[in-house]
């Protein structure tokens, strides 16, 4: 019984230690790791404005609710990382985050070109909408063609188009966003399939650019930029190493306090509180949640709760050695009658957390999926993985001082 709970413990902490040398590179990968947020990457923070028609019709909910899918598409396409697009109702504003941004002026000037799409003739008559088109990819054309890009329309778009293109075969069609002319391709001859090309671009990329604008649809209303705001990589470099200093700090201070007040069990808090950051940081991970200062704070308070659980049951524990009882009906006995109030308190917060979660802002969600998943990692550990750990240390030595479990008593000097 003592040599195999010395095997078990002992293999706990290889497989803890090799997950730790395992996950420090992916975790931290500046690029593959956890995303971290505008606050922390630094980016650009924008905000669009919706504009009344000129007709004066007001902006609608669904105009809005349209507008930010459609420039949520635009957004995503452009291959940004971990953008945040969020509509504020109130204003008639759509607010966009782009962190992680490396050429800030090449995506703010793509955002405001965030209007309707429309084909034209030389005067300027409306031929097709941005509606009539269903898709645009960039290619690669032939060797006197440069890069291309190819568009495919809708069956009714297919219609508008075969009808233009065959009345404006040796003119120019224009290709507008809003009232600005993005591009003007010559007809050359009708095109009667809906499948279209444009060639001659500089670069794949720049194709590749316009290929998102094109087929990023149509949006009911006009949007302009109401607000630029730069975060530079410095000050978002500096506050994500303040947050890490300050989260070292007070890990720190609760490891040496564990130690202090519960000797062994502390110990044992210590080792599950890594295990509880390894748990923890790997969600993050896989769920691809954007980090951000406020969501540091959500792990650092839910870290308070974890040694707070902890030490509600060693404190349990403590009470039923003081009553006589042997080390191994002690530690049953603690978790057992700690366990609803630990749950109790777990239940709560994740409530709290999950109310959080349907807030309108980023920010708030972002401190909210960390909370949950801090809450739901800690209960695993304070419930599970230190329970067991505690039973293989009493189980090597059942005999061992009650001073180990910082409890002094009679009975084990008498």
Do not use: C
């Amino acid at each position: 019984m003592k040599r195999g709970n010395i095997l078990k413990l002992a293999a706990v902490i290889l497989l803890v230690a090799v997950a730790v040398a395992f996950s420090f590179k992916p975790l931290t990968d500046p690029q593959k790791g956890i995303p971290l947020g505008l606050d922390l990457r630094g980016g650009v923070h924008l905000v669009l404005q919706a504009e009344p028609g000129k007709d004066g019709k007001a902006v609608s909910k669904d105009d809005m609710d349209n507008a930010k899918a459609i420039i949520s598409k635009r957004v995503n396409e452009m291959g940004l990382s971990e953008p945040i697009v969020q509509e504020d109702y109130a204003n008639k504003r759509i607010i966009v985050d782009l962190a992680g941004v490396q050429d800030p002026d090449k995506a703010v000037n793509v955002l405001k070109t965030t209007a309707k799409l429309t084909f034209r003739d030389p005067q300027g008559n409306v031929l097709l909408e941005g509606s009539d088109l269903k898709d645009a990819r960039a290619a690669n054309g032939s060797t006197n063609q440069g890069f291309v890009v190819n568009l495919t329309f809708s069956a009714e778009g297919a219609k508008k188009f075969a009808d233009a293109t065959t009345k404006l075969v040796g003119q120019q069609m224009g290709i507008y966003l809003d009232d600005k002319m993005l591009q003007n391709p010559r007809v050359d001859e009708p095109i009667p399939n809906g499948q279209a090309e444009i060639n001659n671009y500089a670069s794949l990329q720049e194709a590749a650019d316009y290929a998102v604008l094109f087929r990023s649809g149509s949006l009911p209303v006009s949007m302009t930029i109401a607000e630029k705001r730069q975060v530079g990589a410095s000050l978002g470099a500096d506050s994500l190493g303040k947050s890490l200093h300050a989260g070292a700090y007070g890990l720190i201070f609760i490891f040496l306090f564990m130690l202090v007040f519960y000797f062994l069990p502390g110990l044992v808090a210590d080792f599950s509180l890594l295990v509880y950051g390894l748990i923890v940081l790997w969600v993050l991970y896989l769920m691809r949640a954007v980090l951000t200062l406020q969501g540091i704070a959500g792990l650092i308070l839910t870290i308070g709760m974890a040694v707070d659980f902890n030490i509600i049951i060693y404190e349990r524990v403590k009470e039923e050695i003081r009553e006589g009882k042997s080390l191994r009906a002690a530690v049953e006995a603690g978790f057992s009658r700690a366990f609803i109030t630990v749950i109790d308190a777990h239940v709560t917060t994740l409530i709290a957390a999950i109310t959080l979660y349907f807030s309108p802002t980023s920010s708030i969600r972002g401190f909210a999926i960390t909370l949950a998943v801090g809450i739901l990692a800690s209960l695993f550990t304070a419930i599970t993985f230190t329970r067991a750990i505690l039973r293989w240390v009493v189980g090597i030595n059942p005999k061992m001082k009650t001073s180990w479990f910082g409890v002094r008593r009679k009975a084990e000097n008498g």
